[in-house]
Structure formats: structure tokens, C-alpha cells
């Protein structure tokens, strides 16, 4: 019975809110070391300086909500996970966005995700051979969702243009353009990957499709 009571009691002090208890934890678990893993875009340098205010903070009573502001000011952070290693090790997982072609719009550049969301160019060697999107990050948005709705190699892009009225010009990496009409361009994308796999499509280099119905090839 004795003992019941001192754990008891023991238990009411570590959890209670009385200085004591704080001042327990914040000496046996300030964070010393943070380690940060599956990272390959963001150098582990630049990260844990964006964290440096975590240095001695308790790890016991650590809020991730500081964590996540931090980290949504960082573009190249899509989501992370945190494990708290007793006594005073942080490990943070990164897990980042990855880039699939670079914006130019308004004399500006960015990075596109796959979410479609914008990522601050830097010269990344990796990335340097990405497909170019000329125009604007809704229109590229409707467009890729639809590319990929019917599967269409995105990997032979090198280039898309987006023109005043709205249309798109898709250039491929043998050189080839496809001249979608404003509306309605599935069908035509679907043309285009059945002529492909005709004999006589490597002697064309232009599939305009603009006309309704029509395609013309040069």
C-alpha cells in the first residue's frame, strides 16, 4: 500500500504543472543533436541552420507546430517526420518536392512540382535538363493533369509554349512539334501517340492539329 502511494505521488509530481516537474525536464532533455535524413535536393547545413532556435529547447515538451512554420517557408519541403530520440536527439525525415520542368514566366523561372505548385530556381546540376514551360503555371497545371490522364510519354517533351490565345505547342526532344487546337486537345494527343508507331512518322516534323477535324503535317 505503501508503495502504491509513493508512485502515486511520484507520478503527481513529474505530471503535475508545478515548477518542479519543469524544471526536471528542462534539464535532463534539452536537444543537443538533430539529425536530418532523406534529403538530397537541401543540403543538411542549410536545414538545421533554419532550426538553430531548437538548441537547448526541451525535447520532452517539443511543439512540431514551430517546426512546420519553419518549414513551409523552405519550397523544396513537401512534408517531414519528426522522432524525438530520448534524451536529447531530434531526427527529422525530409521528404522533398520533386521538380519535373522549369516554369519561364514574366521574366521570372521557377521550378515545377508534380503537385504543380512553385519551387524557387536554383541551378540544381540534376535539374538542368528538365522540359521548359513557357506560360502560366493554371494553364501548365490543366494541361500536365490531362498528359497524364491518357498517358501520353511525357518524357519525350522538351518544351511547352503557351500562346496569347491559350493554346499550347508541344515540341519533343526529336524536334518534332504538336500544335494543339484550344479546345479539345485530347483527341489529338491520342492522334499523335497512334502516329507514332507508323512507319512513315519519323519523315514529319510538324502535326498541326489547330484546324477542327484536320491535321496537317509538314
Known sequence: MKKRLAAALLLLLLFSSYKPQKFFFSNKFKIEEIKIENNYILQDGTIKKKLIYLY???LFFLDNTEIKKT???VDFIESFEIKKIYPNKLKIKIFEKKPIAILHHNKKKFYISENIDL????DIENYRDLPVVFGKKENFKILYG???KINFPLDLIKKYYLYESNRWDLE???KKVVKLPVKNYIKSLENF????QKNNFGKYKVFDYRINNQLILR
Open 56 to 58: 537547448d529547447a526541451n
Open 193 to 196: 501517340m497512334n502516329l507514332q
Open 172 to 174: 519533343t526532344y526529336q
Open 146 to 148: 490531362n498528359l497524364k
Open 119 to 122: 519551387i524557387k530556381y536554383i
Open 71 to 73: 518549414f513551409e517557408k
